[in-house]
Each structure stands twice: as C-alpha cells, then as structure tokens.
C-alpha cells in the first residue's frame, strides 16, 4: 500500500522487527534513488546522545530515509532541523488539527509535548559524498500505551482524538522530505529559516544549554544561518 502511495522513484524495505531502521540503512549500499526502510518494532532503537528509543509494536512510525549527497559532511549541519520542518510540514498538511512544533534541535512537539524524534547519522563516502540516513520516530496511536521512562509525551491519535492510517502519515511525511531535500541539496538551510521561525518551540522561553562542561541560561532568540541555537544571556547574544 505504501509503495503505492509514494510511487516508485523511492525504493522501501519493510519489516516486521528489526534491531534500528536507521542502523538497516547505514549498512545497505546506496542506490541512486531514495532508499526508506520502515519496521512495526525495533529491538535496539537508537535516540538522539546515545540513547534508546522505546519501541513498542506497530503504533510509532519508525522511519529511515538515506540519500547520498554530493556534499562534504560540513555542510550538513542544518540537516535535522530541516527534516524536523518538512515532518512538521507534513503533518500540517494532513490534518489542520496538528500544530506542530519543533524543539532545537531535533523533537517534534504537539501541545506542548514530545510526540517524535529525529536522528541522523552521516557517512562521508569517497568522490566528496556523503550520505544521510535521516531517521523519524513519531508517536502515532499511542492512546493508552505508556511508554517506561518518558515522561511528557503525547501521539497523533492522542491530539486528533482518532486512530490514524500510519501508510497515510508515512507517505505525507515522504512525499514532503523527498521534495525538500532536493531543495536542501541545493540552497542549504537558508529557505527553512522562515518555517523554523514559525514552527520554534522554545523561541523567547527560558532554556539552559550545556556545551562541553558549561551550563548556560539564558532566552531562546531562535537559530542562526548555520542553525545553532541563539540564546540572549545577560552579557548578550551567543
Ligand atoms: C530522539 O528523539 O532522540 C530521536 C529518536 C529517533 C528514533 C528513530 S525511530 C527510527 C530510527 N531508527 C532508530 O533507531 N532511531 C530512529
């Protein structure tokens, strides 16, 4: 049904279980189209920091998407953030009860609560490509499933108040990455600093940021061209 919907200029390999859709991906050899990879349950799921990924069994959408980038891996630092905001794009499309949010770097919100996740491992390969496994968790049907050790976090059917077609939410969601992706490809993360501004989470909230082994606090002034986090402290901009 899937390769129905998104045609087939994107090869897709589904699975029942495997241990990470985006560890699938980084061994497979790139093909010259899209390559997406989609599990109903992952043993070793893998969030952002080293952390895991709780994956329970056909109600989140796991998802990696790769595409080979004839980019060095320098510049694909604005990457997550721009597949955060077509996620969030495609889930505004879908459905005018989704008001998505993005939380820097790489969460989706809905009212105020994590509802996915973004991860991408980058692989420089020879003749200055790179590939992109660009991987999405998103909390699809998820009403009365707790979920260990998450605390605030809420799910498409939780928001909208019904169940969802995943196939439908997938195909919307890689119908927008494989076009703006091309878009990436060619002009960077400049076009997408508008939809972030509109989409940001903590813009003008208080938030506390480590890097290395400091600790600062201060207000969340949006991203910069390069898509860092700008934070107001007390001695001005960082
Ligand atoms: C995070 O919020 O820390 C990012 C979570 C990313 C989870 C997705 S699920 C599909 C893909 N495969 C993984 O092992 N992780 C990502």
Redesign the pocket.
Known sequence: KLQKLIGNDISIDIFES???????LKDEAPLSKPRVC??EH?T??????G?S?T?PFGR?????YSQMFMKDISEMAGLGLVVGILTAKALEDMDSRLKPQLKWP???YLEGK?A????IDLLAEANGYCKA?M????NVNMKGCPLKGVEKWTSLEDVVGQKLDRNVVLAEIIRFLSQGLETFLKHGLEPFLPDWRRLDFLNNNKVSLSSGQKVYTGIAKGINPQGHLCLELPQGLK
């Open positions: 495997l241990p990470s859709t985006n560890d699938y989609i599990a992952q070793s799921g893998r969030g952002r920091m952390r990924w994956s989140i959408i796991y998802c990696s790489n969460d989706i994590k996915g996740g973004i991860l496994v991987g999405i968790g998103l």
